[in-house]
């Protein structure tokens, strides 16, 4: 089930509510037509419950917001980039496990 | 004999598990399948099929999958996403370990873990994946209008996704390394007829090269000894499968010199109980239609199986 924990946000809101917001953030790169990025969905989901109040957990969908993938060089999804204080601390390509996020995740905190 | 949670786990929802499953619910088993992501395996991330029977148009890979889904939901398929750590497999009472440390038990398993792209295995491509090296031209497609980029391979899935991404790339370069594609001839004539495939044939990347913005250029070298080098941005790699078998117990399963299980005509592995079917399965032909079929015989065989033992 999709939670409601995961922020939805576009390019015009990046600034403000990504390099912005106090807490680190992890955004999911994703689009509709992209079959890796409905299979981690759940794990998505999953990570913005076990990380809520410590991680934001982000999406954004790449068809309806091309600059800030642009500007991350991004050419391949799903990817998920890890910012804290609005700079990268790692990011990951691909479908991967909870397991391998997990540890992305806790290079935040 | 020891209690088992349920008469038959199936691992993996590709359309192998899913087919599998389809029929364990309407044959009313104490069923469960177990799926690390989301169900639909491989053909989740294939543009367009359009060999399945049936589907007279076609239909996108990803909507078969979610009709596939549906079709087991209906019948109360019970499904469970975790990823397996282990499996043990010997005996009367399988047992499925999962990464939360929990263990489910059952008196019967089929393994539809599948398989994965094979990577070349040359300089620059694990460092470059996501930054120009794709295996899902569908995923990244889109990210290379306008651009020169190359496919690799001469099979069914090259060829297919070669003609998916002329919608967005430019020029398309096909590197194969033979002389003649081994895709269908159907395929074969689409990818001649366009003007934007290009072939390099008895060619084989011997390194991919780029900087921090990405693939650059590709060293490519030709039977005869001869080398080039070819100027892309994206390259995309179709070359055939590796078994997902890292979880299964290689100690205990038979399986062929490449990894991939064993098994009869009645999908039966050289464990009791244990059942093996789609992609995993060691075989020459690789098809959404076969996997299922495969699916819906190790079921059947599973049943079976449990009729013999009540």
Known sequence: MASEKVMHVSDSEFDTKVVGNELPCLVDFWAPWCGPCKAIGPVIDELAEEFDGRVQIAKMNVDDNPATPGKFGIRAIPTLILFKGGEVVDQITGAVGKAQLQDLIKKAL | ?310
């Open chain 2, 1 to 310: 004999m020891q209690q088992a949670e349920y008469q038959l786990i199936i691992v993996g929802g590709g359309p192998a598990g899913l087919t599998a499953g389809l029929y364990a619910a309407r044959g009313r088993l104490k069923a469960l399948l177990v799926e690390k992501g989301a169900t639909g395996g491989q053909v989740l991330v294939t543009d367009w099929v359009d060999n399945y029977p049936g589907f007279v148009e076609g239909i996108s890979g990803f909507e078969l999958m979610d009709r596939m889904t549906a079709h087991a939901d209906r019948f109360g398929l019970e499904k469970k996403f975790a990823n397996v750590t282990a499996l043990d497999l010997e005996g009367p009472v399988k047992k499925v370990h999962l990464e939360d440390d929990a263990t489910l038990t059952a008196r019967t398993v089929i393994l539809c873990t599948g398989a994965r792209p094979s990577k070349l295995g040359v300089p620059g491509e694990e460092e470059l994946v996501g930054r120009g090296v794709s295996y899902c031209a569908t995923c990244d497609g889109p990210f290379y209008r306008d651009q020169e980029i190359a496919v690799v391979g001469g099979g069914n899935t090259a060829i297919q996704e070669a003609l998916h991404l002329t919608k967005f790339a430019r020029k398309v370069t096909v590197i194969h390394r033979r002389d003649q594609l081994r895709a269908t001839r159907i395929l074969q004539e689409k990818a001649f007829a366009n003007d934007k495939i290009h072939f390099l044939w008895n060619a084989r990347v011997t390194a991919i090269v780029g900087g921090k913005d990405g693939v650059e250029r590709l060293e490519i070298s030709f039977t005869d000894t001869s080398s080039t080098t070819l100027a892309v941005t994206g390259i995309f790699i179709f070359i055939g499968v590796v078994p997902n078998n890292e979880v299964l117990p290689l100690d205990q399963l038979q399986t062929d010199e490449a990894g991939f299980i064993i098994t009869d005509t009645e999908m039966r592995t050289n464990l009791d109980g244990v059942f093996a079917a789609g992609d995993i399965r060691s075989k020459n032909f690789r098809q959404i239609i076969n996997a299922a079929g495969e699916g819906a015989t190790a079921e059947l065989s599973a049943e079976h199986y449990l009729g013999s033992q009540a």
